[in-house]
């Protein structure tokens, strides 16, 4: 590698350990700011004093007001490799539980925002009258929708599963809709005009120019949405009082001060939604080197 590809490829690397370390040490500073006054009472005053002696307290409380990082990673561990996978105390097992709500929530979001966004495209009556209410939609905070829903449902008998999916595919089907109706009318009207030069129908139109077009759409659409599915998953487990999952993880440890359990399920959901981020971005790839394109 020549001087020139060194320097590049040292400045696209460099820049992700350095923002690395500087939150570390953030976190770690703002750890002893928050524990010292609880670090301080624990500690034995026959031993010696001092701002180390201060910080390595604030680093190892048992239920700290913010753990320290190294704290949390160990936290994790033990819950992931400490416990059998059947265990309830297996956070692996608890995010399979988030992770099936999310899946089947985001599959029907993505459906039903894809159907949507086609009616709009077509209907326009729909496009003056349903897509205000699209967005209205989502200014209703889904903390205040969540119990409301599954009360319904759990007064009509459905419980379980399907409450945490319709709560997903309500967050999620939103950035899917409005991706692929910008996306379906990205095509240049001279681009649509050619289409009609050659007597295509509205069939041959959408497959061979609207949907390939929609494609550059519905990636970022979905990145948007895979996230948006974790955290409605999530936020689906807490008002049903749920016994499994992630969010139930989090309601537990709120329940009983478990400091260490709440930030390793948060460190969880997170690497969750980064699984399947990673996901729809090798789906891309794929689709684009399919397609003849470049990353």
Avoid: H
């Avoid at 034995?44 to 307290?57: I, S, T, V």
């Avoid at 490799?81 to 899946?103: K, M």
């Avoid at 003056?128 to 829903?149: G, N, Y």
């Avoid at 129908?201 to 948006?228: D, H, Y």
Wanted: proline share 7%; hydrophobic share 55%; aromatic share 8%.
């Amino acid at each position: 590698m020549t001087d020139r590809g060194e320097r590049i490829a040292a400045s696209r690397v460099l820049p992700i350990p350095t923002v690395l370390v500087v939150i570390l040490i953030l976190w770690y500073a703002a750890a002893i700011w928050l524990n010292a006054p609880q670090a301080a009472a624990l500690m034995d005053p026959d031993q010696p004093g001092g701002f180390w002696a201060l910080a390595q307290a604030c680093w190892s409380m048992d239920r700290p007001v913010l753990p320290a990082p190294d704290q949390i990673v160990s936290a994790l561990v033990d819950s992931v490799f400490g416990y059998p996978l059947s265990s309830p105390r297996n956070l692996l097992l608890q995010a399979g539980y988030t992770a099936e709500a999310a899946a089947v929530g985001l599959i029907v979001g993505t459906g039903f925002g894809m159907l949507l966004a086609m009616g709009i495209l077509y209907v326009r009556t729909l496009d003056r009258s349903v897509m205000p209410w699209v967005i209205a939609s989502q200014t209703v905070p889904i903390l205040a929708i969540a119990p409301m829903l599954v009360v319904a449902l759990g007064a009509m008998g459905v419980t379980g599963l399907v409450p945490k999916a319709a709560i997903v595919a309500y967050l999620t089907f939103f950035p899917v809709t409005v991706g692929m109706v910008k996306g379906f009318r990205t095509p240049d009207p001279l681009q649509l005009d050619l289409m009609r030069t050659y007597s295509a129908g509205q069939a041959a139109v959408f497959t061979k120019l609207r949907w390939p077009s929609a494609m550059a759409f519905l990636f970022p659409s979905l990145k948007v949405a895979v996230a948006l599915s974790v955290t409605g998953a999530i936020v689906a487990e807490m008002p049903t009082g749920a016994q499994v999952g992630l969010g139930a993880r989090l309601l537990a440890g709120s329940y009983y001060g478990q400091t260490m359990m709440m930030w390793s399920a948060l460190v969880m959901a997170s690497l969750l939604a980064l699984s399947a981020l990673l996901l729809v971005t090798l789906a891309e790839r794929m689709v684009v080197r399919m397609r003849g394109g470049r990353m």
